[in-house]
């Protein structure tokens, strides 16, 4: 009797535990890494334990004290994994220039005397000047905000305050604007190709119901990169679409319409038009159909009807389209890496550079958390402006 009982209130648990344990593997999990390795900077700390212990006593202006050399070149010669001492070059750089060149010296000198101290001063001029200390022991800290900040062109200057990236290593901020404006730009083409287009759906009966709608479930159902490698043909200055202009007397010279923004837009376009078309025609269909009639019948112009009846009732269908075409917009990497131009990539394309290239993965997943924010913000507008008009319908 118990056993059925539990039974009975555990049951709705059990028939959803797949789905949440699926969430939880698929979802959660890799955004809470994706998040703690925005925020993790422990190349430097790994490796140097004993200089973390001595750096605290260090005042940070002065010349570092001898037990603080010390403390680093037993380190150095503590550090066996090639890699991870690259990984702490790679980061000591990026904070301080000048740190490649000066840990090669350094490493050289302290293979060379495993067991003689090493005078570092003496090495190089460099080790004397506490900027170079200071990136040491600002790097000692297991978590850090230098990714984030960076991922929106913003540092840390010498008193802690956040303040501009200098003019020259600012790209991140330029690259988000870019990629909203593409974003932005095919979500408004998609709108006015897809509203007509789910309208015709609508009103079309019969084989041309379907047609139409095989024409935009059809391209939906084949691949990304097939769709793509089929634009890189057709836009071609001897593509299909610039030989019919010509052979059509339109044009005498052919369009430029590769590898520049005019293609990656056109491309995006036509990849995405089966997301704007759906949701609205969704809502289309729920729409009755005899409003615009009775809109007519009482001496409205079809243009005002279409303005003041259908238009406001369809905003939701439109409202997701956008929705849906933006988020997936903001994130294409394989579209404008094959049809724009050096101009045309978009953030997508260097959170790929950062994860795959230089490995920096911390600057990769701070560029990702942006983009999540970002997210997280249009979904919430999306929610301030259907929602309340779902309610009150």
Same mark, same amino acid.
């Given at each position: 009797?118990?056993?059925?009982?539990?039974?009975?209130? !555990?049951?709705?648990? #059990?028939?959803?535990?797949?789905?949440?344990?699926?969430?939880? #593997?698929?979802?959660?999990?890799?955004?809470?890494?994706?998040?703690?390795?925005?925020?993790?900077?422990?190349?430097?700390?790994?490796?140097?334990?004993?200089?973390?212990?001595?750096?605290?006593?260090?005042?940070?202006?002065?010349?570092?004290?001898?037990?603080?050399?010390?403390?680093? @070149?037993? =380190?150095?010669?503590?550090?066996?994994?090639?890699?991870?001492?690259?990984?702490?070059?790679?980061?000591?750089?990026?904070?301080?220039?000048?740190?490649?060149?000066?840990?090669?010296?350094?490493?050289?000198?302290?293979?060379?005397?495993?067991?003689?101290?090493?005078?570092?001063?003496?090495?190089?001029?460099?080790?004397?000047?506490?900027?170079?200390?200071?990136?040491?022991?600002?790097?000692?800290?297991?978590?850090?905000?230098?990714?984030?900040?960076?991922? @929106?062109?913003?540092?840390?200057?010498?008193?802690? =305050?956040?303040?501009?990236?200098?003019?020259?290593?600012?790209?991140?901020?330029?690259?988000?604007?870019?990629?909203?404006?593409?974003?932005?730009?095919?979500?408004?083409?998609?709108?006015?190709?897809?509203?007509?287009?789910?309208?015709?759906?609508?009103?079309?009966?019969?084989?041309?119901?379907?047609?139409?709608?095989?024409?935009?479930?059809?391209?939906?159902?084949?691949? #990304?990169?097939?769709?793509?490698?089929?634009?890189?043909?057709?836009?071609?200055?001897?593509? #299909?679409?610039?030989?019919?202009?010509?052979?059509?007397?339109?044009?005498?010279?052919?369009?430029?319409?590769?590898?520049?923004?005019?293609? @990656?837009?056109?491309?995006?376009?036509?990849?995405?038009?089966?997301?704007?078309?759906?949701?609205?025609?969704? @809502?289309?269909?729920?729409?009755?159909?005899?409003?615009?009639?009775?809109?007519?019948?009482?001496?409205?112009?079809?243009?005002?009807?279409?303005?003041?009846?259908?238009?406001?009732?369809?905003?939701?269908?439109?409202?997701?389209?956008?929705?849906?075409?933006?988020?997936?917009?903001?994130?294409?990497?394989?579209?404008?890496?094959?049809?724009?131009?050096? !101009?045309?990539?978009?953030?997508?394309?260097?959170?790929?550079?950062?994860?795959?290239?230089?490995?920096?993965? !911390?600057?990769?997943?701070?560029?990702?958390?942006?983009?999540?924010?970002?997210?997280?913000?249009?979904?919430?507008?999306?929610?301030?402006?259907?929602?309340?008009?779902?309610?009150?319908?």
């Amino acid at each position: 009797m118990k056993a059925s009982r539990l039974l009975q209130k !555990g049951g709705p648990m #059990l028939l959803v535990a797949p789905l949440f344990l699926f969430i939880c #593997l698929f979802f959660i999990w890799p955004l809470a890494t994706v998040l703690t390795q925005s925020v993790s900077d422990d190349a430097v700390a790994r490796l140097l334990p004993q200089t973390a212990k001595v750096a605290s006593s260090w005042t940070g202006e002065d010349a570092p004290a001898p037990e603080l050399q010390a403390a680093f @070149v037993a =380190d150095l010669r503590a550090a066996t994994d090639e890699q991870a001492v690259g990984d702490m070059v790679r980061r000591l750089n990026s904070a301080q220039s000048g740190f490649r060149t000066l840990m090669s010296k350094t490493l050289k000198a302290v293979q060379e005397n495993p067991s003689d101290p090493v005078d570092l001063i003496k090495l190089d001029r460099k080790w004397s000047q506490p900027q170079y200390w200071k990136a040491i022991t600002d790097a000692l800290s297991p978590t850090t905000d230098r990714y984030l900040l960076a991922a @929106v062109d913003l540092t840390r200057n010498d008193a802690g =305050d956040i303040v501009k990236q200098p003019p020259e290593q600012t790209i991140n901020v330029a690259i988000f604007e870019r990629t909203f404006w593409i974003s932005a730009s095919v979500t408004i083409v998609c709108v006015l190709l897809g509203y007509p287009y789910a309208l015709l759906i609508t009103i079309a009966t019969g084989w041309k119901k379907q047609a139409l709608l095989a024409a935009v479930l059809l391209p939906l159902w084949t691949s #990304l990169l097939v769709r793509t490698a089929a634009w890189f043909i057709l836009l071609q200055e001897k593509g #299909l679409i610039n030989e019919a202009l010509m052979a059509l007397n339109i044009i005498s010279n052919p369009l430029a319409l590769i590898f520049n923004r005019t293609g @990656v837009i056109i491309a995006m376009t036509h990849v995405s038009l089966p997301m704007m078309v759906l949701p609205i025609y969704s @809502v289309l269909l729920t729409i009755p159909k005899n409003l615009m009639p009775a809109a007519a019948s009482l001496g409205a112009h079809p243009l005002r009807a279409f303005v003041r009846v259908l238009l406001p009732l369809s905003f939701s269908g439109i409202a997701a389209g956008s929705l849906l075409v933006f988020m997936s917009a903001i994130g294409y990497y394989i579209t404008p890496a094959l049809i724009g131009g050096a !101009g045309d990539q978009m953030i997508s394309s260097f959170i790929a550079f950062h994860a795959q290239n230089s490995g920096n993965w !911390g600057m990769a997943s701070a560029l990702g958390i942006v983009l999540l924010v970002v997210t997280i913000i249009l979904y919430a507008v999306y929610e301030r402006f259907t929602i309340p008009r779902e309610r009150s319908a």
